[in-house]
């Protein structure tokens, strides 16, 4: 070597990635305190350099869609680099996926979002079947009997890769096909087709423009059966272990989440199983939908905490003109900001984890307010993200923008959870209809950020403008993306004045609430304290 290497900030690895107090603060608040112990535990592997390097392999050795055996037999198989199962097995077996719904103890769901949170730190894009398989089962109540079959093996702690019938499997993992070329988000125009057959099962054929993780078990298909649009699950091996007519045309080509492998399909008279009632599709689906759009919140949140303490971290080892980043008034500004957006992502996300928690446990009025601030949040924490991803890249300089860094992966993911379950505008729209057709969404969401009242000055304000905004619906849908983003300020800004840290709470009133804020993050004003905030972002390795 001809020169001393130094001034470059060591590896963010050895750490417990869930010490992180607005993610435990929001664990013991919402009666999941009893999973501290595994949440823990999970946290010191998802810091480890063994569990990111498995994020890294998995997105550098992406999936392999292989059509046809070497006989020309067809096979429809996607096959995985090691580090994917590696990362899939610790995701089962700390039941991420749908093992909330065989447990009836408070809290169950919450300390899953937490875990899902920790875990999709290491790496995004495996978390789409596990939050499918998670969201697959409110849907498949629908059906009693197709759920009495198949709900223990989409709970099971086991990861059992490969295609075989479900009664040779310990565990199986749940997929997802609603998108055709014609239709996108207007699922009603879909022409898949179902066909009634005596035995009772469906016939289904036609072609998905999108399939999540065409590797699963077992899907949940929207096709146009004799009574309309209806939904259906449909296996990839049969009982008598021949393959479904499920033809994998291949594999999308994305921006991001490589990892994970999603498919263009063909369906050839496959079969499957109704699930709810014919015609009903839509209002069956919505069900796994919603619980999909609270992972999108929470895998958005997750992001935003990776990107802010990579970039503290690399702030607080950096140093340029004679000081360390992490000194310097400026770059004190923008971190600070960073964790404020964050912190308010995630006391969002375990607020509806909580909500969704005992809404399905039946307490009277989160259902409500669950259907108001999950898709508003899911609007704007998801839009939040990229900008975010953007500038916590940027805090690494060019160190940042090379792939070892893993920040590029970040930025690359980061517009997925926007898209998916619906863009922004869908959801945006979705708030409207909600607040609109059912006025008790909107009354309990004022009931939630009620409490905060006569704390904050700002917030106050912040409500009151809120709620003048929705007396004049004339022309509303126009204004619906102005409408929902306020919605989910205020949302956030009550949760972080009744539960945050007060120096938080106190810059995001000023910046988010008060509009003494630029365009950009490190647009803070002054008199704040920024010490409190960043060492919420300080990663302590030991």
């Known amino acids: 070597m001809s020169h001393e290497v130094f001034n470059q900030a060591p590896p963010l690895t050895g750490h417990d990635v869930s010490a992180d107090p607005a993610l435990l603060d929001g664990v013991k608040r919402e009666d999941a305190d009893w999973a501290l112990g595994e949440l823990r535990t999970l946290g010191t592997l998802a810091g480890s350099a063994r569990a990111q390097e498995w994020g890294r392999l ?43 719904w065989s447990s009836a103890r408070p809290g169950a769901h919450v300390a899953r979002a937490a875990k899902f949170y920790v875990w999709s730190q290491v790496e995004a894009g495996h978390g789409c079947p596990i939050s499918m398989t998670y969201a697959s089962v409110a849907a498949l109540r629908h059906t009693p009997a197709l759920a009495a079959v198949w709900e223990p093996l989409l709970a099971s702690r086991i990861y059992d890769f490969g295609l075989r ?16 070329k014609q239709g996108g988000s207007d699922v009603r125009a879909n022409t898949t087709t179902a066909e009634p057959l005596a035995d009772g099962s469906y016939a289904i054929t036609g072609h998905k423009w999108f399939n999540s993780a065409p590797m699963c078990d077992v ?12 939904c259906f699950l449909l296996p990839r091996v049969l009982p008598d272990g021949s393959r479904n007519a499920m033809r994998l045309m ?45 992972d999108c919140v929470i895998g958005s949140a997750a992001g935003m905490r990776y990107g802010v303490t990579q970039a503290v971290h690399h702030a607080t080892h950096r140093s340029a003109f004679g000081a360390l980043l992490s000194e310097q008034p ?59 991803a953007a500038e916590s890249l940027e805090c690494l300089g060019g160190n940042g923008y090379v792939e070892e860094s893993q920040m590029p992966r970040l930025f690359r ?94 810059a995001f009133c000023a910046s988010r609430l008060a509009d003494d804020w630029g365009h950009a993050f490190g647009t803070l004003p002054p008199g704040l304290d920024l010490s409190a905030i960043l060492d919420r972002a300080t990663v302590k390795i030991p």
């Open 58 to 100: 998995a997105n550098d050795h992406p999936p392999v869609l292989r059509t046809h055996d070497r006989y020309g037999h067809r096979i429809d198989e996607v096959e995985f680099h090691p580090a994917w199962h590696e990362l899939m097995g610790v995701a089962v077996e700390h039941g991420l996926h749908a093992t909330p």
């Open 165 to 180: 019938p479900a009664a040779a499997k310990r565990g199986v993992l749940a997929g997802m096909a609603m998108t055709e």
């Open 219 to 230: 899907f949940l298909v929207l096709a146009q059966a004799p009574g309309g649009l209806s």
């Open 250 to 294: 291949r594999l999308k080509e994305k921006l991001g989440n490589r990892s994970n492998a999603s498919a263009e399909v063909e369906y050839e008279r496959a079969v499957a199983y109704l699930v709810g009632e014919e015609g009903r599709g839509v209002r069956t689906i919505m069900e796994m939908v919603n619980m999909t759009r609270l």
């Open 330 to 388: 400026l770059m004190r500004n923008v971190l600070a900001d960073l964790v404020i957006e964050s912190e308010a992502a995630t006391a969002a996300m375990m607020r509806l984890a909580g909500v969704t928690d005992r809404a399905i446990q039946g307490v009277r009025g989160e259902g409500a307010l669950r259907r108001t601030a999950l898709a508003a949040s899911k609007y704007w924490v998801c839009k939040r993200a990229p900008a975010h």
């Open 413 to 506: 993911d980061s517009p997925l959870n926007g898209i998916w379950e619906g863009s922004g505008n869908v959801a945006a729209l979705d708030v409207l209809r909600s607040i609109m057709k059912e006025p008790e969404n909107l009354d309990a969401f004022f009931a939630e950020v009620e409490p905060a009242a006569g704390a904050d000055h700002r917030l106050d304000a912040a409500v009151r403008q809120t709620k003048d905004s929705l007396t004049d619906t004339a022309g509303i849908e126009y204004l619906a993306r102005r409408i929902v983003e306020r919605l989910s300020l205020v949302f956030q800004g009550s949760l972080l004045v009744r539960t945050g840290h007060p120096a938080v709470a106190d």
